[in-house]
């Protein structure tokens, strides 16, 4: 069941359309869940750095049920915060991409562990490619992971890039710059974390362009985890 509108923030609410894109230069989206501590030090840092390399921008916080400040923290910080329309983190990349304005779409997590400083490299990639991927797997990428959890993430990165036939290291990283005209002519259909691959075969198989480069992957600054140990 889909989750109810928070009353008290209705008129935050958007119809779930795609967006055009282009009213803005960037949009940052991010799935959130209770992560105000982490939003206290990310949004200034992601405003800092959006405005230093586009010349406007916003920040789509989509909330898929938090009890601790998120959504205040996310006001506060100047960010526009979505209640989540349906379960699962393809559910919130799909109500964020429907609020976004930008002609490009950045997204990341919101718990400090993509972080801000590297967007610049990612934003001077745009014009060559329509998918920029921050890849843990790529030569120069490395991950503050467990020994566990950065096995199985790089066997199953492995096992579904030979078993999709896809040329790429990362297909599990959410950290990405978007065209926003790519996702307007995709159907994106998956409510949970498999929407990041659905996006790849799908933009691949169009024939749009995807570009991987290194990335540092960091350990998320407080709180749990809300992603699956393949992440």
Known sequence: MPLAPCTAHSNWIRPRMWSK?????????IPVINEGDNLKELLPALHDVASRIAADHEIVLVDGGSVDNTWQVGEDGGATVLRQQGRGYGAALRDGFAAARGEYILTLDGDMSHRPDFIPGM????NDADVVIASRYVPGGSADMTVLRWFLSRALNKFF???LSLPFRDISSGFRLYRASLLNNLDITSSDFDVLEEILIKAYG?????EEIPFHYARRKSGDSHVNLFM
Do not use: F
């Open 123 to 126: 934003w001077e990639k745009r």
């Open 21 to 29: 894109g282009g009213d803005l230069q960037l949009s940052v989206v």
């Open 206 to 210: 169009s024939g749009y362009k995807i």
């Open 161 to 163: 890039t030979i078993g």
